[in-house]
Each structure stands twice: as structure tokens, then as C-alpha cells.
Nanobody, 124 residues
Framework: QVQLVESGGGSVQPGGSLRLSCAASGGTFSTWTMAWFRQAPGKEREFVAGVTWAGGRQSYADSAKGRFSISRDNAKNMLYLQMGSLKAEDTAVYYC?????????????????WGQGTQVSVSS
């Protein structure tokens, strides 16, 4: 069965950086649209960034533009999210998600597979 496993979360000070990773197994990763979502306490899950199956096109939420970068390595079945200039409002559980269909979309229900999430905490 398909498994998505996130890693790389942790605690960081404002202005710091983190790199999240998502390891995929059990399916044809190279054909999936991939995305990162996040959910802060008391808030709904929201789209952060997405990337097309070949990695040629990325999309970002306004809150992530200019600070975050999504990428993938299809040879390794890996998805990444490089986060910089982190703010307290970036604190959330970050989820990796896979979509069988194309293209990238911020719609949560469009994604078929989800990881268990990794916590990112930004505070001084």
C-alpha cells in the first residue's frame, strides 16, 4: 500500500530555516502530483505548496511565496520543502500529500494519499 512518511520537523527560532522531507513508497511516485499542506492548532488544514509530476511547475500559497521552495527527486521517491525566514505563524503540523490526477490543486479532497505529519514549531 502507499505510504508517505514525513521527517525534518522541529523547533526553530523566527528567521530560521528547516527542510522537510517526505519519503514515498508503495506506488508510482513519479506519476503523482505532490503537495505540502499544514494545519495549525484550531485551524483548518491549508495548502502550502505543490509540484507537478516531473517537478517542472511549482505553486505556492501566498504565505509561502518567496520563503518556501518545493522540490522532488523522482529517482529517490522523495519530496522536499525548504522553508526559510520562518515566522511564528508557520507553526503547524506539515503534511505530505499525493494526487493521482493532474494538475496541482490546493483542494484538500483532491489528494488521494496523506502522510502522518511532522510538527514545525517557530518561537523565540
Amino acid at each position: 500500500q502507499v505510504q508517505l512518511v514525513e521527517s525534518g520537523g522541529g523547533s526553530v527560532q523566527p528567521g530560521g530555516s528547516l527542510r522537510l522531507s517526505c519519503a514515498a513508497s508503495g506506488g508510482t511516485f513519479s506519476t503523482w502530483t505532490m503537495a505540502w499542506f499544514r494545519q495549525a492548532p484550531g485551524k483548518e488544514r491549508e495548502f502550502v505548496a505543490g509540484v507537478t509530476w516531473a517537478g517542472g511547475r511549482q505553486s505556492y500559497a501566498d504565505s509561502a511565496k518567496g520563503r518556501f521552495s518545493i522540490s522532488r527527486d523522482n529517482a529517490k521517491n522523495m519530496l522536499y520543502l525548504q522553508m526559510g525566514s520562518l515566522k511564528a505563524e508557520d507553526t503547524a503540523v506539515y503534511y505530505c500529500a499525493a494526487r493521482i490526477l493532474r494538475p496541482t490543486t490546493p483542494t484538500i479532497n483532491a489528494y488521494n494519499y496523506w502522510g502522518q505529519g511532522t510538527q514545525v514549531s517557530v518561537s523565540s
